[in-house]
């Protein structure tokens, strides 16, 4: 059974720092593509950052870039989403996803698994 597990998410003030943890179990990393989608209170699911397998192609949101570092340990079968200077809008259920080959990068690439998201609030 294929799970996805994030952890990481809490309370942070504007500027602050949150790094996320997804686990991922009963698949092998392989030619996959993994993804970070948020969703704010009251809004709909927004795209965030994809990377593949070997951790070479990433891309992101225009909002994330320069704040947001997508990374992959293979070792651990972990992703990270590493996020830094966090602001309010920033706030958001965060959820990590996975795609079997063949698969693409960006938003239009569809995952195949999905997490159950933890909660990242930002506020003073």
């Known amino acids: 059974e294929v799970q996805l597990v994030e952890s990481g998410g809490g309370l942070v003030q504007p500027g602050g720092s949150l790094r996320l943890s997804c686990v991922a179990s009963?698949?092998?990393?392989?030619?996959?593509?993994f993804r970070w989608v948020r969703q704010a209170p009251g809004k709909g699911l927004e795209w965030v950052a994809d990377?593949?397998?070997?951790?070479?192609?990433?891309t992101y949101i225009n909002s994330a870039k320069g704040r947001f570092t997508i990374s992959l340990d293979n070792a651990k079968n972990t992703l990270y989403l590493q996020m830094h200077s966090l602001k309010p809008e920033d706030t958001a259920m965060y959820y990590c996803?996975?795609?079997?080959?063949?698969?693409?990068?960006?938003?239009?690439?569809?995952?195949?698994?999905w997490g159950k998201g933890t909660l990242v609030t930002i506020s003073s």
């Open positions: 009963g698949f092998t990393f392989s030619n996959n593509a």
């Open positions: 996803a996975a795609a079997l080959p063949p698969c693409g990068l960006g938003p239009s690439a569809p995952m195949n698994y």
């Open positions: 990377i593949n397998t070997d951790g070479l192609s990433t």
